[in-house]
């Protein structure tokens, strides 16, 4: 099933973040907006809420610093190396390895969960809304459906607003 | 909001247009190298090749073809390493510690200086494993199911946190410069000209649209990784430095050993950055990116970390005389006057001496001048830790142990090979991969342009 996308390009941040404020404005709803790197205001503008994702990393990194601390005490059960007299499992000695465990458990759950939302993964082909957006562009795309502006006032107002240009994509 | 200093210049000039930055970067990616890069990459492979010979006679001959003997059974393997890993740590600081203080002038030198420590932490690496002598044992290194050695692996040990820690330290490196090359794949897989380059690029940047949404993740993901990779640098050091720390050598036993090791690593690590960022912008005339103010950032962190190791040599020197243990008093009296004190006050001249020049902006702001210092400063900190290692052991307590280490061949071929496998990787990069964080210096140059 085709869907159509009115897609705005804009060659700054500033024009782009002053199109997607009157956008909200007009209660057009953007389907995604491209940018060749983070502009700030952007979440804001098109309403995303911050992203959940460091809890993963701390509910992980706890789980790690428990089983790491479970482990260690683990294969001291049936060897207990006593040195210089101290008891077997002395705290201080199992925390580099704990410290350790955690940064990684963190670290990996939250990249694959981040890998596994954006739904990120090798694939040959790539389908992008315009190739320009990872380089000199901001591309807006509007879902044509969902919009309360027909074809022809949206692209008038994208254009007012300082859109280069302006063209549609089906998808 | 950003806000512009009117007072300070902007960190990217004479940037016209965004799409400019990536042609900068696109473009030596399409066409061929110059002559600089060749005439680096041929030494790099035959000094690689010379490596590999080495390691390979090494490991069917035995650990007997290194000079390691009683009393200095610690000898060129753990300098390597320990110096690799010191390499490794600028860039780590570089992408993490600077990101986590906001100092944008990072952006342009972070994915080199990144891909420094992912190569740096290989070549580390390569040591402790062929100083096995039997190195397809390295599996036992790790604690793993089912345990049928019936003995677990000593958690109580250094060398074991050491283990853990540079594993994590590769792996989290990995990940967190991987994640920071996905945008600039997905640059590279939109302006690329053939179609086997797009779809290679393509299945690197892993469906990377840039869309805002994927934007805020990344960014939040890069922030966190950054704030678990900011304490790990310090604790991968800090563990190193327990390997000796933890000892009960005179010479080994101190207690300053991890912050002077993270200092030393720092230090050392920017030196390098420094002296490969120079040759990068050589190779590919990248004056507007790469500016004399990265330069000069980058020669006062090295004066502070200079400062630092030299405070921590007379710190050193202090104690053994405030202590009155007269083996502690000797070890340190005979590193700067004993048999080795050659390599001692190499030491000092190259990391106590020579950054204290960068206090001149004429020599902090000239290439040429930077370029040889930093070399210096890499001498000087690899012969920081062959006086620790060698110095510290040929004198046993009983002096019918004492004795000379000098290195065999093999090891010296060693060294060069992990230097030869170190630029290899490198200059290969550079010539495939993202080397500029593109997005990064985007970021820069598009609030530049606002003005």
């Known amino acids: 099933m085709a869907k159509k996308y009115k897609i705005g390009l804009f060659d700054n941040e500033k024009s782009l973040l002053e199109a997607l404020k009157s956008l909200k404005d007009k209660n057009v709803k953007v389907h995604d907006v491209f940018l060749p790197y983070p502009v700030h205001g952007v979440d804001d503008a098109i309403g995303l809420k911050p992203s959940r994702l460091p809890i993963i990393a701390f509910a992980v990194g706890f789980c790690g610093v428990c089983f790491a601390l479970f482990f260690q005490r683990f294969t001291f059960i049936d060897w207990p190396n006593i040195i210089g007299g101290k008891p077997a499992f002395a705290l201080p000695a199992f925390i580099p390895v704990t410290f350790e465990i955690m940064v990684l458990s963190g670290a990996l759950s939250m990249v694959a969960a981040f890998l596994y939302r954006s739904k990120l993964f090798p694939t040959p082909e790539v389908f992008v809304f315009d190739e320009r957006a990872t380089n000199d562009r901001f591309v807006v795309a509007i879902d044509l459906e969902k919009s309360p502006m027909n074809s022809g006032e949206l692209d008038g107002h994208l254009r007012e607003k300082g859109a280069v240009e302006v063209n549609e994509k089906e998808v | ?451």
């Not at chain 2, 000209?193 to 939040?220: C, D, P």
């Not at chain 2, 206090?359 to 001498?379: C, D, G, H």
Request: a positive charge; glycine letters at 6%; charged letters at 10%.
């Open chain 2, 1 to 451: 909001m950003e806000a512009l200093s009117a007072i300070r210049e902007p960190l990217v000039r004479n940037v016209k247009s965004l799409g400019e930055v990536t042609d900068a970067v696109s473009t030596p990616l399409n066409s061929k190298p110059k002559a600089l890069w060749y005439g680096l990459f041929f030494p790099s492979v035959a000094a690689l090749i010379l490596g590999i010979v080495a390691v390979t006679y090494q490991i069917m001959t035995g650990i007997g073809t290194w000079g390691n003997n009683n009393p200095v059974s610690w000898a060129f393997a753990i300098v390597n390493f320990v110096f690799w890993i010191g390499i490794g740590h600028a860039g780590t600081f570089i992408s993490a510690i600077l990101l986590l203080f906001r100092q944008k002038w990072r952006n342009s030198i972070n994915r080199a200086a990144e891909t420094m420590t992912i190569f740096a932490v290989i070549c580390a690496g390569i040591f402790p494993i062929i100083h096995l002598g039997r190195p397809w044992f390295a599996l036992w290194f790790l604690p793993y199911f089912p345990n049928s050695r019936n003995l677990w692996v000593n958690f109580n040990s250094p060398l074991l946190w050491d283990v853990f820690a540079i594993s994590t330290y590769f792996t989290v490196s990995l990940v967190f410069w991987y994640i920071g090359m996905i945008p600039d794949f997905a640059t590279l897989r939109d302006s690329a000209k053939t179609r086997v380059k797009k779809i290679v690029y393509g299945l690197f940047s892993f469906r990377w649209t840039g869309s805002a949404r994927s934007w805020s993740r990344h960014e939040s993901v890069s922030l966190v990784l950054a704030g678990l990779a900011a304490p790990l640098v310090l604790s991968v050091h800090s563990i190193v430095s327990t390997d000796f720390a933890t000892s009960v050598l005179p010479g080994w036993h101190t207690t300053i050993f991890p912050p002077y090791f993270v200092a030393g690593a720092i230090f050392s690590g920017f030196a390098m950055v420094m002296t490969l960022m120079i040759i990068m912008r050589k190779i590919f005339d990248f004056e507007k990116y790469i500016t004399l103010y990265h330069f000069e950032q980058m020669a006062k962190i090295i004066i502070l970390t200079g400062s630092l190791v030299g405070v921590a040599y007379s710190t050193e020197f202090f104690i053994a005389w405030y202590s009155s243990n007269i083996f502690e008093q000797y070890a340190f009296i005979n590193r700067a006057f004993g048999p080795y004190a050659w390599s001692y006050w190499i030491m000092v001249t190259c990391n106590v001496i020579s950054p204290q020049l960068f206090w001149f902006k004429k020599i902090r702001t000239s290439i040429p001048a930077l370029f040889v210092i930093t070399i210096f400063v890499n001498i000087g900190m690899w012969f920081e830790r062959f006086v620790i290692v060698v110095t510290s052991l040929h004198r046993a307590h009983l002096p019918s142990s004492w004795g000379y280490y000098s290195p065999s061949w093999v090891e010296i071929a060693e060294l060069i090979g992990s230097f030869g496998l170190f630029l290899t990787l490198f200059l290969l990069f550079i010539r495939v991969g993202p080397y500029i964080a593109i997005a990064e210096v985007k970021d820069l140059a598009g609030k530049a342009l606002k003005k």
